[in-house]
């Protein structure tokens, strides 16, 4: 509660905690239904986990599939997601997401300057499924001029990965940016990059903070917030913490919860998540501090044993935001000539599957041994890998970086990073059966459509097998990471935080990596973690404008 | 080829300066990043340095050579990326300073985005590497010395287009920083530093 001397420093209708894509989406929601905005975000750029994200929406149903001549229906969408959900959700906020979605983006496009484009080629994460789509519910939203944002553009977010090159994911998947590295446009590039334009995470959020600015709404970063504030059982305010000093902001129409996830913090990631996220791939402030200011209101929680999983890799010494950067593995383990095993030699996964899905297998339990035998994991690469596709940050032609571990054989390369020796010999040769026959018989890489996005479509008869016979032989730690954890508050189809007593909250919303994920441990698709998010952002928003 | 100069001057005389950047040793931790150095011979060392590509720091280490031992004039070096593609070199150039009644050189225009490009990876340069030093420079009249950095780095390999746009806005805070530190160093032992 408000004590008796505290006044507010700021009034506002609907407060917004977090600049990610859910909360830049809530705020111009709130906004264009009338309300006064207030945002608040700790760090001192705008965008959070959206902003080094790939940046692609995954929208069932949207409007721009019928340009790309796809079909799509609700009825689809609902029977593939509720399969990933595997009955882990609430059926209900699956089909107010398939509901409101197609709105939000329509919405989006009217209010800032985002363009989304479909991408055909762009797969479901499990096309074979019943009401999956080969592509076109993965939305990208192109390259964003930062110039646009005048003085705000130094305050945006760069991803460390993505933002590095100015190239929409429709140019990247044309371009073949891992198969065919030497066709890139370097030139083109590095022309982009001095001119300021951004693509992926980076594009979307601007976009979308140029259309909150547009309203005369300025994030008010590096405050972060410390405790929501309730006056006779709803939240009305906020106590939050800038520039070392605490300030109270009052929110009359509700305050919308839209701080990321918790996957940089070691005490909630032991408490509640069946794997162990070591190396995450978001920013280093995801904490899940809007999640315990949520619990410490009764706010029911969901979903908390999973997240949007991912493999990591880390160049040692390289780091963002002051931390060991992790970065991403989408297609190191996708293309020929690669393969993941664990420390006994043995293949465990279909190393080209969608990365969500992917890790699961890392952290399966022995029960009687009680050890996990697939940690650790490494990836193993041939010398015909470095010579056709990009590794981290090369390309063919340039030295492999003395820190990757290689030998001249299997077994030598073995011994060095502490795996069975003839473990690993014995796979690698049933592998290359494999890679010659265009047939994985053990796991099945290849045999998606998905898997093939991000092979080598000119490899055959496989795009996702090559074998791995020709010296030197090279290994990468594969890391058990995270784009963001996927637990949080339970809400209603308003995006309204509920108590464990089933009761909204009220004044309370959430949306994003904050709020109970609506896919349980699924990934239905290329976005399905901002699509989600956004769409969420522009219920809450538009509920607490209302309320 | 991103290629950046940056000069500063001294109450000191060209000599005292000499005496200090003759010996690589002596100036090596000076370097924006510095992490460690290890000498080879008397005219090759490795350096390893944290730097920043666009918003990320990474570490590197590259293998300097030096080609010119000119005293007290001047040192030159190359540079050679031992993981990365890359390859510059640098020159430190001591001289007494232009008389005042010379005319001072114009820099050049560049235009508003370049400034503000300039600006940002300036702010991006502090934030990554702490406020760097604050020094005020002799009046022109005291000034004994003048001290230049020049300094190249040029990517390589098909990519390099790209991170040569990237590593270009950083070399002009990299020069300031190391010439400054120079002098800042060289001016606190001597007890000549400007007020």
Redesign the interface.
């Known amino acids: 509660m408000w004590g008796r001397k505290q006044k507010p420093q700021i009034e506002t209708d609907v407060l917004v905690i977090g600049s990610g894509g859910a909360g830049l989406v809530a705020a111009l929601a709130a906004h264009q239904a009338g309300a006064k905005v207030t945002l608040v975000e700790k760090a001192a750029k705008a965008g959070g986990t959206t902003a080094v994200s790939g940046g692609v929406l995954w929208i069932p149903n949207n409007h721009h599939m019928g340009k790309a001549g796809i079909a799509d229906s609700r009825a689809e969408a609902l029977q593939y997601v509720k399969r990933l959900a595997d009955g882990r959700s609430d059926e209900k906020l699956i089909e107010t997401f398939l509901d409101e979605a197609p709105q939000m983006l329509k919405f989006v496009e009217e209010v800032t300057p985002v363009r989304f484009q479909a991408l055909p080629k762009y797969p479901d994460y499990h096309p074979e499924f019943a009401g999956a789509k080969p592509g076109g519910r993965s939305l990208d939203p192109g390259l964003f001029d930062t110039k646009q944002l005048g003085a705000w553009k130094d305050k945006l977010r760069r991803s460390p990965v993505f933002g590095m090159t100015a190239m929409s994911v429709s140019e990247a998947t044309e371009w073949g940016v891992f198969s065919k590295p030497l066709k890139l446009p370097f030139k083109l590039l590095g022309q982009r990059f001095s001119e300021g334009l951004v693509c992926y995470g980076g594009a979307l959020v601007g976009g979308l903070l140029k259309g909150l600015l547009d309203r005369g709404i300025e994030p008010l970063l590096q405050t972060a917030a410390r405790d929501l504030v309730v006056e006779d059982g709803r939240v009305v305010g906020l106590k939050a913490v800038q520039n070392g000093k605490e300030i109270l902001i009052s929110a009359k129409r509700g305050v919308i919860l839209a701080s990321g996830g918790f996957e940089w913090s070691k005490t909630l990631t032991a408490q509640f998540l069946g794997g162990i996220v070591t190396h995450p791939n978001s920013p280093p402030g995801n904490d899940g501090d809007g999640l315990k200011m949520a619990m410490a209101l009764g706010a029911d929680l969901a979903n908390m044993s999973e997240a949007w999983w991912c493999p990591s890799i880390d160049i040692p010494g390289e780091e963002y935001d002051g931390q060991q950067l992790h970065r991403g593995d989408f297609a190191i383990r996708s293309l020929p000539h690669s393969l993941i095993v664990n420390r006994r030699g043995n293949r465990f996964v279909n190393e080209a599957q969608n990365y969500n899905d992917l890790m699961k297998p890392f952290f399966h339990v022995d029960p009687v041994a009680y050890e996990r035998p697939n940690l650790p994991a490494w990836v193993i690469l041939d010398q015909q890998f470095v010579e056709h596709y990009a590794l981290l940050t090369i390309v063919p032609g340039m030295p492999v970086p003395e820190w990757i571990p290689r030998a001249q054989t299997i077994g030598e390369l073995a011994e060095k990073i502490g795996v069975d020796s003839k473990g690993l010999t014995a796979t690698v040769e049933r592998f290359n059966g494999f890679a010659k026959s265009g047939v994985d018989s053990e796991f099945g890489r290849g045999a998606s459509l998905y898997d093939h996005f991000y092979g080598d479509l000119d490899q055959k008869p496989n795009p996702n097998l090559g074998t791995v016979e020709k010296a030197p032989f090279y290994a990468l730690q594969v890391h058990p990471g995270a784009i963001g954890t996927k637990g949080g508050a339970r809400v209603d189809s308003r995006a309204r935080v509920l108590h464990v007593n089933g009761a909204p909250i009220a004044g309370l919303y959430a949306a994003g990596n904050v709020m109970a994920g609506i896919t349980g441990p699924g990934y239905p698709g290329a976005g399905s973690t901002i699509g989600t998010a956004m769409t969420f952002g522009y219920i809450a928003g538009r509920d607490a404008a209302k309320s | 080829m991103p290629e950046v100069e940056y000069m500063t001057t001294m109450k000191l005389p060209p000599e005292q300066v000499w005496e200090f950047v003759r010996d690589m040793n002596n100036w090596a931790p000076f370097l924006t990043g510095y992490q460690r150095h290890e000498i080879e011979n008397e005219t090759d060392s490795i350096w390893t340095l944290?730097g920043d590509?666009?918003?990320?720091?990474?570490?590197v280490r590259l293998k300097a050579h030096v080609t010119e031992w000119n005293g007290p004039e001047r040192v030159a070096f190359t540079l050679v990326g031992?993981?990365?593609?890359v390859e510059g070199g640098g020159m430190l150039t001591i001289a007494k300073p232009s008389p005042a009644d010379a005319p001072i050189a114009a820099p050049p225009k560049r235009g508003l985005?370049r400034r503000?490009?300039d600006?940002?990876f300036r702010?991006l340069f502090r934030r990554m590497n702490g406020p760097g030093v604050k020094r005020l420079e002799p009046a022109r009249a005291e000034a004994a010395s003048q001290l230049t950095f020049k300094l190249r780095m040029d990517a390589g390999?098909?990519?390099?287009?790209?991170?040569?746009?990237?590593l270009?806005p950083a070399l002009m805070p990299a020069a300031e920083d190391l010439a400054n530190k120079i002098a800042a160093h060289l001016e606190q032992l001597h007890g000549v530093a400007a007020r």
Not at chain 2, 53 to 59: A, E, H, I, Y
Not at chain 2, 82 to 85: A, Q
Not at chain 2, 157 to 166: F, H, K, T, Y
Request: proline content about 7%; hydrophobic content about 50%; cysteine-free.
């Open positions: 944290k590509v666009g918003v990320l720091s990474r570490t031992i993981d990365e593609v985005w503000m490009v600006g940002f702010w390999g098909p990519s390099g287009p790209l991170v040569n746009a990237m270009a």
